[in-house]
């Protein structure tokens, strides 16, 4: 048990839908990065936020986009669905700053299927 | 840019084998190192961890050291039960972000 929570865990959306994947950190964390994992691969990095703030992002489209709340949980969104967005979607949290700042605890994922 | 390569699988072994898992990485400076599990429908687990060359990392029995000089993070394990089938990825944490490896999946079988 991380005490990342991620919801929901599964979801099938249809082709140009929207769609909004939530997470909740870990207690004391104060950062929050998303991944996307296609089916037989490792993690991809989407973006990452600190303090509500964008801190970095990955080799994805603005149609994927990210809000993080006061109490530090966080919402991925995607616009536009397209069919190679069907992944495991992962939420990691991770305190800034001190020796545990490289650590990152994951979340179960939320399995998107888009039909 | 940076990069981890790690062996392709399936690796199948019988309970009791050696495990060796190889994984190599391509990067600037000196990332942390990691090694993450996922169990069939489960997400990313941290199994162990390394932050500086000839470090270290162990836990349940597994083990990876930093190799600056082969740039290496080989995992290891000297006697493999059924419980650790699973798919292992390794990682390196550069920049806020971990980049990973295709993983490997391990099959053990009783």
């Known amino acids: 048990e991380t005490g990342v929570t991620q919801s929901p865990t599964h979801l099938i959306k249809t082709r140009g839908q929207q769609v909004t994947l939530r997470c909740s950190s870990q207690?004391?964390?104060?950062?929050v990065s998303w991944y996307q994992q296609a089916l037989g691969q490792g993690p991809q990095f989407i973006f990452q936020y600190y303090r509500e703030e964008e801190n970095g992002r990955g080799n994805f489209p603005p149609r994927f986009s990210g809000l993080q709340f006061p109490n530090y949980s966080s919402e991925l969104n995607v616009n536009a669905l397209e069919l190679d967005d069907s992944a495991l979607y992962l939420c990691a949290s991770s305190l800034a700053g001190g020796l545990a700042k490289n650590i990152q605890y994951f979340g179960a994922g939320t399995r998107l299927s888009v039909l | 840019g940076n990069s981890v390569t790690q062996m392709e699988g399936p690796v199948t072994l019988s309970e009791e084998a050696f495990l060796t898992i190889n994984c190599t990485y391509t990067a600037t400076g000196y990332p942390s190192l990691f090694w993450y599990v996922q169990y069939p429908g489960e997400g990313l687990q941290l199994l162990l961890k390394a932050t500086k060359a000839d470090d270290k990392g162990s836990n349940k029995g597994f083990e990876a050291t930093y190799r600056k000089e082969t740039t290496s993070f080989h995992l290891e394990k000297g006697s493999v039960q059924v419980s650790d089938s699973a798919v292992y990825f390794c990682a390196l944490h550069q920049g806020g972000k971990l980049i990973f490896g295709q993983g490997t999946e391990l099959s053990v079988k009783p």
């Open positions: 207690s004391g964390h104060n950062t």
